[in-house]
């Protein structure tokens, strides 16, 4: 959920403070020598071989491009960005973040001709990925690097040869990687470091134990979403001098060292996300801001959280973290983020006293929770309590209070039964989550006033409204209004919105084409309500952005427009249960297999099946790739060559199926994906039948590749998928044997290999599939005996009929050792047996209408951008949650 725009107003404040630190120090004194003509004409060359671009690349909130005050003839120690020697007139400085520099960064820059610079800051500029160069190896008086949204690439060993570095900043550069022989040389030489900033660099072979072997100068480490895993370094202590030290979102495990108090200047920490266990140690240093967020603690919560006055911030959400809350001793806290672990009410009345607080999360606890108690917090800007049992005592009146300042309010599952009264005076509410109650009727008059001009995030799913009659809010990006009893004309979202999600409702009438005016829409679900016609041909005006797609179970009918092509970003599309006629965009189902999903590392499910997909599909590209897929299902393709072993081999989860503890959780929550908030909806065969997965539970694991033209041999690594519950290879053209690892897959349930080709015996080794329910062999050439006993006495006839020589129960025909020995020879010439699979009736079920829902995903989806917008998604979380550092 929460995704997208707000990046751009957090990037504005940050960008903003940077601006303002650097204006402070560009200025210029008049006793000195101009500056030199090399440096002149190096910056002049610099400036002239960037176009300035500023709709382009990384969001900068403010933009300001410098380099258009520079003037070949004046001094340029007088130009915007540059700062010089008081009295060589050397450039010394240089500041051209934000300049909306757009084009590549050739490795031989003029900049490099530059030998003085002490500071260098060119973030966020759109470089066109170009990969960062050897030479900035040759800056060795830089003391300040800042390269972070800019460059791409290797980092280069070259950079440990700036040894005089006090701050590097390298942060969020795409698919940037730093590796161990590189970090080895940075920890070595920069040895006056005091502040570092690695963020979302793939440091994945790095050792975290060296990173106690950096300076002990440092005081800042920022190295969060840098794929760190292994055990916490405990000695990373070492570093006496830390204030600021960030490793979220990375894989650490194990505990959090007590030695942590050693850390006597440490003010902020955060190691949220990451798979930390056991309890929170019983001391730390004077906190101001702990965010543990996001892992596995548990025990309670220790005592001096409520002693320590100098803590203001406090994230210990999503842990397993149990017991009461007792009360705060200290008023000065701004943010208190406790939610998801497993705290018991009451609230302790403390709380209502915190006349600074910000932020309160105090979702999903144990009992219930009396609203009013924070009715004295005037300063209140974000309040979630999901999933908690709501006592509102302005239920069926008024309430005598307001939350002026309010800007987010998620009371999600929690049993309310209006809308909160005390909403009246939250004029700048941007975010209000008020799904899954009982909300019932008309949205109330008073609610179009609040947020008129702020609320872009507005989701009221799973209630009861019968009516909206308008969509007052002009900001509104995001709007989800489905499964309600919404009757009438389908309302039209202004211009803003991105997301539309209006499904399983009772709408009806036409789409009007006013809808096509929303020309941001990213995504739209009208499925499931009674809405009628035709589609309008101006659905084209939307499918230049158009994402998501779904238009299932309506009643429109005539031709589908031809306006879905290959270069739509569309990525589902949804038609089923119309009455709508062919011809099918072709041009957006007949492809090879999209490779660039790959990039997708969060991707759970993939269902391409029924499409017109081709060619032998090759790859991975990255180890990572596909490793978090449970559903896997390409089937009725024309795909051909050997089964994808490679992919198969990356499908991790379904190695280890790990499990969430909260059974009730669905896919597409929780997770890193940009797509987080939309849960697709998707047919997929299961035991043999094809169902409808509005939701698709966590602990279904299915790989679907029949209907295809797969050939060779099943592959014996399939029998690692020890977590496997659906296999389905049937209809394709696959020779040889079923492989006896097949009698390691202790998970299946369901089994289907029929129409093959496959020969020889069934591995007796299948026999210990003490899972299995549905097994189908039929339509191959395979002999000898059925295995015997446990789930092989409950599968029929069919499951067997039509092969070679297969005998022993439950078919009629008794084995006898000749038999079996006659078909061991002829299996190896598999000559004599080529008969043609047959596939009719299985065929693409896509000739004439569409009957079949279809996932689509188009070509061309840069990784980049995949990844932009994923980190815009959980940026945006963390804006949500209120936090100021990134
Ligand atoms: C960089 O090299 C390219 C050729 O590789 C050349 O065309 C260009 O002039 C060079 N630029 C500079 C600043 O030396
Ligand atoms: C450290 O810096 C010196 C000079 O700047 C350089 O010669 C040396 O190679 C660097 N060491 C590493 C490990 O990069
Ligand atoms: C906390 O988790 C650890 C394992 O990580 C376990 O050994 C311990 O018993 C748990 N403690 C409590 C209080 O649940
Ligand atoms: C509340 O915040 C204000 C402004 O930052 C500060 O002056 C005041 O001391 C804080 N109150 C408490 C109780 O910490
Ligand atoms: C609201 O009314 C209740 C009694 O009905 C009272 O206890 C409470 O202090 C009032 N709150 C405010 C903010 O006036
Ligand atoms: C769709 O786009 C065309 C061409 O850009 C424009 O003329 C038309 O008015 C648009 N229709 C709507 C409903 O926005
Ligand atoms: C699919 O594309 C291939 C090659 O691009 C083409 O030969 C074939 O006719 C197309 N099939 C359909 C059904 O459009
Ligand atoms: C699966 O889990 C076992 C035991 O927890 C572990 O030893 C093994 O390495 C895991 N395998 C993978 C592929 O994660
Ligand atoms: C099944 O798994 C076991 C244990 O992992 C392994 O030793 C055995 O070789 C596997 N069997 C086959 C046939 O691959």
């Given at each position: 959920m929460r995704c997208f725009l707000k990046l751009f107003q957090l990037l504005y404040l940050l960008l903003f403070l940077l601006n303002f630190q650097s204006s402070l120090s560009s200025r210029s004194s008049p006793i000195r020598q101009l500056c030199s003509f090399e440096e002149a004409s190096a910056?002049?060359?610099f400036k002239s071989s960037f176009p300035i671009n500023c709709n382009w690349g990384p969001a900068c909130g403010k933009y300001y491009p410098k380099t258009n005050s520079w003037k070949e003839g004046s001094d340029c120690c007088s130009w915007d960005g540059v700062t010089c020697d008081n009295i060589k007139g050397q450039v010394i400085g240089l500041d051209l973040s934000c300049n909306c520099l757009y084009g590549s960064f050739p490795s031989n820059s003029s900049l490099f001709h530059l030998p003085h610079l002490q500071k260098l800051n060119l973030a966020f500029n759109y470089f066109n990925f170009s990969k960062m160069s050897t030479n900035f190896g040759r800056f060795t008086s830089l003391l300040h690097l800042n390269l972070s949204y800019s460059l791409t690439g290797q980092v280069p060993s070259q950079v440990s040869h700036l040894s005089k570095l006090v701050s590097l900043d390298l942060s969020r550069n795409y698919l940037q990687t730093l590796d161990k022989h590189t970090f080895e040389g940075l920890v070595e030489n920069l040895t006056e470091v005091r502040q570092l900033f690695l963020d979302g660099i793939n440091?994945?072979?790095i050792?975290?134990?060296?990173l106690m072997n950096l300076s002990s100068s440092l005081r800042t480490l920022s190295l969060n979403d840098c794929d760190l895993q292994g055990k916490f370094p405990e000695n990373i202590f070492r570093l006496s001098q830390l204030n600021d030290l960030g490793l979220s979102w990375n894989y650490f495990s194990g505990r959090i060292p007590?030695?942590?108090?050693?850390?006597?200047?440490?003010?902020?920490?955060?190691?949220?996300n990451n798979q930390l266990e056991g309890s929170i140690p019983d001391a730390f240093p004077n906190l101001i801001s702990l965010?543990?967020?996001?892992?596995?603690?548990?025990?309670t919560l220790p005592s001096w959280l409520y002693t320590v006055c100098t803590l203001k911030h406090i994230y210990l959400n999503d842990n397993k973290l149990s017991g009461d809350i007792k009360e705060f001793q200290c008023k000065s806290l701004e943010e208190i983020s406790l939610g998801n672990n497993k705290l018991k009410v009451p609230i302790p009345s403390s709380i209502s006293h915190l006349v600074n607080l910000t932020l309160v999360d105090l979702s999903n606890l144990i009992g219930v929770v009396e609203v009013d108690m924070f009715?004295?917090?005037?300063?209140?800007?974000?309040?979630?309590?999901?999933?908690?049992?709501?006592?509102?005592?302005?239920n069926g009146g008024s309430a005598n209070y307001t939350m002026p300042n309010l800007q987010s309010l998620e009371l999600s599952f929690c049993n309310v039964n209006e809308f909160p009264q005390f909403l009246r005076g939250s004029e700048r509410l941007e975010y209000l989550d008020l799904s899954n109650n009982r909300i019932h009727g008309k949205i109330p008059e008073w609610m179009w006033d609040v947020g008129k001009d702020s609320l872009w995030n507005l989701n009221l799913s799973h209630n009861s409204l019968t009516d909206c009659e308008q969509i007052p809010w002009k900001e509104i990006v995001y709007l989800d209004l489905s499964s309600n009893f919404i009757r009438g004309d389908l309302l039209i979202p202004p211009s803003t919105t991105m997301v539309f999600l209006i499904s399983n409702n009772s709408l009806s009438g036409e789409i009007p084409?006013?809808?096509?005016?929303?020309?941001?829409l990213e995504y739209l679900d009208l499925s499931h309500n009674n809405l009628s016609g035709i589609l309008p041909q101006c659905l084209g005006n939307l499918t230049q952005v158009l994402f998501v797609l779904n238009l299932q179970m309506n009643n429109f009918h005539g031709l589908i427009p031809p306006v879905f092509t290959k270069e739509c970003p569309l990525n589902y599309l949804n038609l089923n249960g119309n009455q709508l006629e062919g011809p099918l965009p072709q041009a957006i189902i007949n492809d090879t297999f999209p490779q660039w999903l790959e990039s997708l590392t969060q991707l759970r499910v993939l269902v391409l099946h029924s499409n017109q997909l081709h060619g032998s599909i090759h790859g991975p590209w990255s180890s990572h790739s596909f490793s978090k897929i449970q559903i896997f299902d390409l089937s009725n393709n024309h795909f051909t060559g050997p089964l994808p072993v490679k992919y198969i081999q990356n499908f991790k989860v379904m190695i280890n199926l790990t499990v969430d503890e909260r059974e009730m959780?669905?896919?597409?929550?929780?997770?890193?994906?940009?797509?987080?908030?939309?849960?697709?909806?998707?047919?997929?065969?299961?035991?043999g039948q094809e169902i409808e997965l509005e939701k698709i539970f966590f602990r279904l694991t299915s790989i679907d590749l029949s209907s295809n033209e797969f050939q060779g041999e099943i592959p014996k690594v399939i029998g690692e998928l020890n977590s496997l519950k659906e296999l389905n290879l049937s209809h394709n053209n696959l020779r040889g044997c079923i492989p006896t690892s097949m009698g390691n897959l202790t998970a299946l349930e369901s089994l289907d290999l029929s129409s093959n080709k496959l020969v020889g015996k069934i591995p007796t080794q299948l026999s210990s599939l003490g899972s299995l329910e549905v097994l189908n062999l039929s339509q191959n050439q395979l002999v000898g005996p059925i295995p015997e006993g446990k789930q092989f006495n409950t599968f029929g006839n069919d499951s067997y009929a039509s092969n070679l020589g297969l005998c022993g129960f439950p078919l009629s025909k008794r084995c006898d050792d000749t038999e079996a020995s006659v078909f061991h020879e002829k299996e190896d010439s598999e000559s004599g047996f080529e008969w043609k699979v047959a596939l009719m009736g299985y065929g693409s079920g896509l000739v004439f209408g569409i009957s079949a829902a279809y996932i689509m995903f188009t070509l061309g989806k840069p990784r980049w951008l995949v990844r932009m917008v994923e980190e815009a998604c959980y940026k945006l979380k963390r804006y949500l949650k209120g936090r100021r550092n990134l």
């Open positions: 910056l002049i060359q440091m994945s072979s050792n975290p134990n060296v007590s030695s942590i108090i050693n850390l006597r200047q440490l003010e902020f920490l955060d190691i949220s965010d543990l967020s996001s892992n596995l603690l548990n025990g009715s004295k917090l005037q300063n209140l800007q974000h309040l979630d309590l999901s999933y908690n049992s709501l006592s509102l005592s302005s084409s006013l809808l096509c005016h929303a020309t941001n959780s669905y896919m597409g929550t929780g997770g890193r994906a940009a797509s987080d908030f939309y849960n697709y909806s998707t047919r997929i065969a299961i035991k």
